[in-house]
């Protein structure tokens, strides 16, 4: 079965660290580029960072505090969050890319792991 | 960063009728959008993208449509099952942006 699984969210404090990962299966996991994205109470969805084989980038709000990385041969990707604030409070998605002459699409996503950032 | 503004927020319609969203951009994306079904307690899934093409699996009664600044969302015989909440996105340029959702429940 192709999917994401993602873990690591739980209830921390502000300007505490969290690590999420997410464990992939089912494809090639190093031939696609990953995202993260998150989703907020209410229903608002935001991209927050992005991986290639070479090449990361960031929103702005989180550039400088969180950092993406990979590890194909365990099919892993993974979220560093650095001084977290309650603005970073929602789901955390990992999802899997596909790239197109418009532009990447997300065609897989997780099924999401919760941050909450509260003292 | 590009905003997206979907409207409406919130439709109700019933079952068999022909509901459209729209998705207006702030500056022109070509065809770089994608819309995503979102049903309650679950991940969002992948309905169309550049524009109009239907991802696989899709039902027929989804289409999409426009370029530019302005994209539809069609939803024919609208089912039980399509209700959700809709999210378009753009993926022309970084920051990639959602827009901010339509509700679709049945009457």
């Known amino acids: 079965e192709v999917k994401l699984v993602e873990s690591g969210g739980s209830l921390v404090q502000p300007g505490e660290s969290l690590r999420l990962s997410c464990t992939a299966s089912g494809f090639v996991f190093s031939a696609y580029n990953m995202h993260w994205v998150r989703q907020f109470t209410g229903g608002r969805l935001e991209w927050v960072s992005s991986i290639t084989s070479g090449n990361t980038e960031y929103l702005g709000s989180v550039k400088g505090r969180f950092t993406i990385s990979r590890e194909n041969a365990r099919n892993s990707l993974f979220l560093l969050m650095n001084s977290l604030t309650v603005e970073d409070t929602g789901i955390y998605f990992c999802a899997r890319v596909v790239h197109t002459n418009y532009g990447p699409h997300i065609d897989l996503w997780g099924q999401g792991t919760q941050v909450t950032v509260s003292s | 960063d590009i905003q997206l503004t979907q409207s409406p927020s919130f439709l109700s319609a019933s079952v068999g009728d022909r509901l459209t969203i729209t998705c207006r951009a702030s500056q022109g994306i070509s065809y770089s959008l994608a819309w995503y079904q979102q049903k309650p307690g679950k991940a969002p899934e992948l309905l169309i993208f550049?524009?109009?093409t239907l991802q696989g699996g899709v039902p027929s009664r989804f289409g999409g449509s426009g370029f530019g600044t302005e994209f539809v969302l069609t939803i024919n015989n609208l089912q039980p099952e399509d209700v959700a909440t809709y999210y378009c996105?753009?993926?022309?340029?970084?920051?990639?942006?959602f827009g901010g959702g339509t509700k679709v429940e049945i009457k």
């Open positions: 550049s524009a109009s």
């Open positions: 996105q753009q993926v022309k340029s970084s920051p990639l942006t």
